[in-house]
């Protein structure tokens, strides 16, 4: 199996991705009372639809599913991706399906023209597998562009990208903080480290991960992980909704005329 595509880690990109964090922004406030807690799943694998999603419906939650439609009945790094019946599953249950380009593409290389093809196509395949039209888009590798974020921005409400942190009072929804799940139970404390700083001040927490199993990938995790990180956020007492339903709870309230 070939190594997974990882966008350039070099000086150039990393002050690219500060300047694009700071463009093509659409100020929204997730600062609004409410302790908001998000998870989703990238690409997505087919363990994330089975034993990631049975695992948030055993707290009586739903996920949000970033998918590549692309990817269907495919295999690689991240083990076998989703197929048609996860999908179903998924929408029958009241998992959100969102988008993730058609072919997984890196945002900040492509230009509009081609991002604007993915996420048509993308939604065409995804309507013939049975899904709702999407609304929240995750940038594959998280990367992003001014362009990308601007255009995007015009088909979704929602644009995540995987910088960690809490949403909170100044944040952009056209680049969202995410936070991912990685590993396993004994060699990572990130998530509960985030789960402990929502506590302090209102905000949403959006959790990524990609694939959910005993062994994962590098950017998965394993089932006990996922299982815990749940259990602190329900210890918490914090309120779980898919990313395009806490989103429609933060709306900003209307200003008198
Ligand atoms: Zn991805």
């Known amino acids: 199996m070939s190594e997974p595509y990882t966008p350039s880690k070099g000086l150039v990109g990393v002050l690219k991705r500060k300047l694009t964090r700071l463009q093509a922004r659409k100020p929204f406030d997730c600062a609004q009372e409410r302790f ?5 799943f990238d690409d997505f694998p087919h ?5 990631g999603a049975q695992i948030l419906e055993q707290f009586g939650w739903k996920g949000t599913f970033y998918t590549s ?3 269907e009945n495919t295999a690689n790094h991240l083990g076998d991706l989703f197929n048609a019946k996860d999908i179903s599953a998924l929408v029958s249950n009241g998992h959100e399906i969102g988008c993730h380009t058609e072919h997984h593409i890196d945002c900040a290389l492509n230009s509009p023209v081609v991002i604007e093809r993915e996420v048509r196509r993308n939604q065409q395949r995804l309507r013939k597998l049975g899904a709702p039209t999407t609304r929240s888009f995750a940038y594959p590798y998280g990367e992003a562009s001014a362009a ?3 255009l995007l921005g015009c088909h979704f409400t929602t644009l995540r990208g995987v910088k960690a942190g809490i949403n909170r009072r100044h944040s952009d929804a056209h680049q969202l903080n995410a936070v991912p799940i990685e590993g396993t139970a004994e060699d990572t404390s990130l998530p509960f480290s985030y789960i402990k700083g929502l506590g302090t001040a209102p905000g949403w927490l959006i959790f990524y991960t990609h694939d959910v199993r005993e062994t994962p990938s590098t950017w998965g995790c394993t089932p006990a992980l996922f299982k815990s990180v ?3 956020v329900h210890e918490a007492g914090f309120e ?9 709870t933060l709306r900003p309230v209307e200003k008198a005329a």
């Open 36 to 40: 908001l807690v998000s998870f989703s």
């Open 240 to 248: 779980v909704l898919p990313v395009g339903e806490a989103f429609d």
């Open 148 to 150: 990308a974020k601007e």
């Open 230 to 232: 749940c259990t602190a």
């Open 69 to 71: 439609s692309a990817l």
């Open 47 to 51: 363990s994330a639809a089975s034993t």
